[in-house]
Structure formats: C-alpha cells, structure tokens
C-alpha cells in the first residue's frame, strides 16, 4: 500500500476532516512505504497520531511539528532518515514520542529538554552521535527513557538525577564514558537500569544504594568500573 498521496489530494481530505479527527492510527503495516504526507500538519486537532512499523522513508516532515495538540507521535520502527527536527519544542503536549527503529542520524537536540508533559521517550536503535543533552532532567514527568543501540557518546548528565518519576533506563550499546553521576541515586522509583557496553569507567556511586526498587542493574562490558559496596542485584 503506497503513501503516496497527491498534493490536491491530501489537501481535500485534510479539509474534509481536520475540523475533527483527533487519532489517527495506520501502525503496524509493513506494506505502507512512500513518504508522510506533509497535509498531517494541517490536522491541528490531532492528539494521537500513529505510522508505526511499516516501510515509511525520507525525512520527518517540519511540518508534524506545529501539531501543539499531538500528545502520542509514533513514528517508530519505519525507515526515517535525517535529524530530528529542533522545532520539536513546538510539541508542548506530547506524552509519548516513539521515534525508535529508524535511521535518523545527528544529535539528540536540546530543545527536546522542553517537552515538560513527556512521560516517554524512546529514540532507540537509530545513528544518533553526540551527548545525551544536559538538561535532560528538565523532564521531570518522565517514566521511561530509552536511548540504546546508538553512537551517543561523552558522560551520562548529572541532571539525569533530577528524574525522579523515572521507572526505566536504557542506554546500552552506546559509546558513553566518564563515571556514573551519583545523582542517579536519587531516582527512587526506578526499576530498570541497563548501562552495559559503553565506556564508563570509575567507581559504582554508593548512592545507588537507595535504589531500593530496582530489579535490574546491567553495567557490564565497560571500560574499568568498579564497586566498593555489595549490591545483590548488580550485574558488573
């Protein structure tokens, strides 16, 4: 099934119904392939919008991100290339971007640190390089975030501990190095912890002792970490 949509055409069905529909979900289709039509920023009453696993290609349309409404984009698992656009602060209601398992390449923009109503956000499994951007921890609604399985490289942000609604970590498989912020003993709620394969080196922060609802801790395979304190449910 081709998204190739016509430029008069999309216009026509955006005029027909952008006034009221607010989902619109055509995920999990491996037979969608072709481009998302740029007429998707038109629907400006769009609050779920879902092209999930299927054989999308290009870019990430400048145009979904004057959609202030949209509080889930799901995007994940097709073939995008590109950056991710830094107008995406312009999506103040999203709660859950999904742009995992495509081919995006560039760095993870700061601005993505002003999505204050996010709760999850997963970037996984593309060719993202750079750091992870320092005022992550300006998401302070954020439950899961998962970055692994890109190039994302320098040290783990100390703001990462002001997560405090966090439930779940994912950044292996990346080239992370430098030390583990002490900070990230101040996330409380969190139960899912994996740093392993990266370039972190240094002691294990005993802070992490305070993570007492954790049920999984991988740091393996990386540079020379260590720890000084038993904690029965590290993987080191």
């Keep these: ?9 999309q216009h026509v069905y955006v005029a027909r119904f952008k006034a009221h529909l607010t989902h619109f979900w055509w995920g999990e289709n491996p037979s969608r392939t072709g481009r998302i039509p740029k007429a998707f920023g038109l629907m400006n009453s ?3 919008l879902n ?13 979904l991100m004057t959609l202030g409404t949209l509080q889930t984009l799901d995007l994940g698992y097709n073939s995008l290339e590109g950056e991710i656009p830094r107008s995406i602060k312009n999506l103040v209601n999203v709660r859950f971007l999904k742009l995992n398992g ?16 996010l709760v999850e956000c997963m970037l996984s499994k593309n060719r993202l390089s750079g750091p992870i951007p320092k005022n992550i921890g300006n998401l302070s609604n954020l439950r899961q975030l998962v970055l692994r399985e890109n190039y994302l490289t320098g040290p783990i942000p100390d703001s990462i501990g002001k997560l405090v609604n966090l439930r779940e970590l994912y950044l292996q498989n990346n080239q992370l190095s430098s030390s583990i912020p002490p900070g990230i003993g101040n996330l409380l709620r969190l139960q899912d912890l994996y740093i392993h394969n990266n ?3 240094g002691k294990v922060p005993e802070t992490m002792l305070n993570l007492v609802r954790l049920d999984t801790c991988d740091l393996r ?3 020379s970490l260590t720890c000084d304190f038993e904690f029965p449910k590290l993987q080191l």
Excluded: Q
């Design 102 to 117: 495509n081919c995006l390449t560039g760095v993870i923009p700061e601005e993505i640190c002003l999505l204050a109503n």
């Design 1 to 9: 099934m081709l998204f190739h949509w016509p430029e008069p055409y």
């Design 199 to 201: 370039r972190l080196e």
């Design 51 to 63: 092209l999930g696993m299927g054989k999308l290609v290009g870019s990430i349309p400048e145009e």
């Design 221 to 223: 395979k990386n540079a």
């Design 46 to 48: 769009l609050v779920y």
